[in-house]
């Protein structure tokens, strides 16, 4: 997938981009209860509120650590988010 020039500016002024139906409602499912999961280890990689919601839950692409996730190991590796990421830092 190529990204537009319009896109491109859009990722620089936000710093993101949404691609809605880009993951199937299985894939989503998958990655909600993946993130659901993550977010009841106690460890530094997971960022609390002080209410005791998760904030940010960091390392999930790692092989190894506490917050370790294949779901999303492999999330980060598909060509649907690797190509207009790469496109968009210029690094591709």
Known sequence: MQLTEQQVAQFNRDGYLIFP???SKAEVAVLRAETARLAHIQCETVIRERTGGVRSIFRVH???GATRSAAFRALVRTPRVLEPTRQALGTG
């Open 62 to 64: 790692e092989e190894d």
């Open 21 to 23: 139906g880009r993951f």
